[in-house]
């Protein structure tokens, strides 16, 4: 009895032996693991390439234009960056695209729509013309929080179209934003990259366009003429699609096609590009938009009521 007794002591020291070697060749086995990837995901709906806007502050781009059905009340980005919707007789670089028309655009249009006056996010921030799908003539109507001299990123932003959930990006409010003027400004003529590639303007297919490049963009990636430079010719670059979506979009470069203008119905000059800022200009009447017509230029000054295109970019 007793020797039955002493050998079940033996046997319960092994085991316990056995298992405190077993947890510590574990543990250690644990400790050696790689720790987990700490690099950035890219938001859903975003350009892999990231852009300095200020000296503090950098932003993802949104994968192509912002658009609107109003059947549905749903915003979306564009499929592809140089996709514009125009007028009944725009060209596209893609065979299979579905042509809209801005110059339908109307409370209950079944197509999409991409032209915007300013500040027409769909909320009622205080506006008499806050619906997407605004055609009036006047710039009063258009005035953020009902104040001539507010930008849309006033009091609680809900008159820049980035407040709204976007459907194929990332489906959640307030995500989003539109640049300021400032950032405009410091995005085209004063940020530093590596190559010093700032933008440069294009040709692809029938669409005139702007090129901007990343902060990590390098000049090795194509060989451009008259990057940086304002009065530059669209021709000066004449694209194929495999050339942008190859040796270009896949660096992370984003692209802005001309789309022209909507007054009131009327959609023209979609051989030029312009593009909403958030901020208002001074005289109370206008805001700041970037501009390529041909010019390139971010400080011009643009009709509340004459709509424009919509890129929205993302915080990093």
């Not at 020291?13 to 890219?42: H, R, Y």
């Not at 994968?63 to 915003?75: E, F, M, V």
């Not at 593009?275 to 208002?280: A, F, L, M, Q, R």
């Not at 501009?291 to 424009?308: A, E, H, I, L, S």
Request: one cysteine or more; proline letters at 3%; a negative charge.
């Amino acid at each position: 009895m007793k020797k039955r007794n002493l050998l079940s002591i033996a046997l319960c020291i092994l085991a316990l032996s056995l298992t405190l070697v077993s947890c510590k060749k574990n543990k250690d086995s644990a400790a050696s693991e790689p720790a987990p990837s700490s690099s950035s995901t890219v938001p859903t709906g975003a350009l892999k390439g990231v852009f300095s806007v200020s000296e503090t502050r950098k932003v993802y781009f949104s994968k192509g234009n912002l658009q609107y059905q109003a059947s549905t009340n749903t915003w979306r980005f564009a499929e592809h960056q140089f996709d514009f919707v125009g007028d009944d007789d725009a060209g596209n670089v893609y065979e299979n695209y579905v042509k809209c028309n801005n110059e339908l655009c109307s409370s209950t249009y079944e197509g999409w729509i991409d032209l915007f006056g300013w500040g027409t996010s769909g909320y009622d921030h205080g506006a008499v013309c806050y619906q997407p799908w605004a055609a009036s003539k006047t710039y009063s109507d258009y005035n953020p929080y009902g104040s001539m001299t507010s930008n849309l990123f006033d009091n609680n932003g809900k008159a820049d179209w980035g407040a709204n959930p976007i459907s194929n990006g990332g489906n959640k409010a307030n995500k989003w934003r539109t640049l300021t003027h400032d950032e405009w400004v410091y995005l085209l003529f004063e940020r530093t990259t590596n190559s010093d590639y700032r933008f440069v303007k294009v040709r692809i297919g029938r669409n005139n366009g702007v090129i901007i490049f990343p902060d990590n963009w390098e000049a090795s990636y194509y060989e451009f003429n008259s990057v940086n430079e304002e009065d530059s010719d669209f021709t000066d670059n004449i694209l194929t699609i495999i050339d942008w979506e190859e040796s270009i979009e896949s660096h992370g470069a984003v692209y802005l096609p001309a789309a022209g203008v909507r007054e009131g119905l009327a959609v023209k000059w979609i051989e030029h590009g312009y593009y909403w800022s958030s901020t208002c200009f001074p005289n109370g009447e206008d805001a700041y938009s970037f501009n390529f017509d041909p010019k390139v230029d971010p400080y011009n000054n643009g009709y509340r009521q004459r709509t424009r295109s919509v890129r929205l970019v993302r915080n990093k």
